[in-house]
Each structure stands twice: as C-alpha cells, then as structure tokens.
C-alpha cells in the first residue's frame, strides 16, 4: 500500500519561505513522477510542480516559476517542495500526488490522473 505524507505547512508573512516534505511509503521510488499540487477555497485543485523520481527536467506553473523548487531524496524516499517570496495568493492546501510513470509528461501535473494522493498540508501567507 503506497502511503504519501505531507509535512512542513503553516503560517508565514508576504516574502517568506516555507519547505514542504513528502514522505513516500511502500514502493520502489524510481519508477514514478511526482508531483505537488494545491487548492484555494472555491478553486480547482491545480499542479504546480512536478519531477520524475529518476531526476532530469521538471515542471512549474507560470505562477510559482523562480520562486519554488522540486527536488527529491532518493535515500530517504522524500519529495520536497521550496517555496520562497510567498505571496498571499499561494495561500491553499498543498497536497503531494505520485503516478506510475517512465517519464515526466503533462500527465504528472494532471489532477485526474494521479495514482496516489497524500493528506495535505495547509500553507496561509499573510500580507
């Protein structure tokens, strides 16, 4: 049984920083893409980063590029997520999502097509 649990939200000012973890449990790692996405109230859930767990190109959304950063940990089986200069409309509840997959393609930040989902972690940034 694949297991994915969310760490790291919380509260923070306009400007700072917050790191999310994604613990992966009850799989071979190297065979998925990864990916992060998040929900406003009242907005469809939307991905905003994603990777393949063999490592090489990622994705980001128009929205979070050059401020957020996927990457993962083999070893410890943990994706990541930093987020630098938030803003209040990064403001959701972030959730981690993996997909069987060869490679990363436009169905690893898809919603619907996900395989597996983690709990969520809320992140509020506050102006």
């Known amino acids: 049984q694949v297991q994915l649990v969310e760490s790291g939200g919380g509260s923070v000012q306009a400007g700072g920083s917050l790191r999310l973890s994604c613990a992966a449990y009850?799989?071979?790692?190297?065979?998925?893409?990864m990916a992060w996405f998040r929900q406003a109230p009242g907005k469809e859930r939307e991905g905003v980063a994603a990777?393949?767990?063999?490592?090489?190109?990622?994705y980001y959304a128009d929205s979070v590029k050059g401020r957020f950063t996927i990457s993962h940990d083999n070893a410890k089986n943990t994706l990541y997520l930093q987020m630098n200069s938030l803003k209040p409309e990064d403001t959701a509840m972030y959730y981690c999502?993996?997909?069987?997959?060869?490679?990363?393609?436009?169905?690893?930040?898809?919603?619907?097509?996900?395989?597996?989902w983690g709990q969520g972690t809320q992140v509020t940034v506050s102006s």
């Open positions: 999502a993996a997909r069987w997959a060869g490679r990363l393609s436009a169905l690893c930040w898809a919603s619907s097509e996900q395989n597996y």
């Open positions: 009850g799989y071979a790692y190297s065979s998925y893409c």
């Open positions: 990777m393949h767990t063999a490592g090489g190109t990622t």
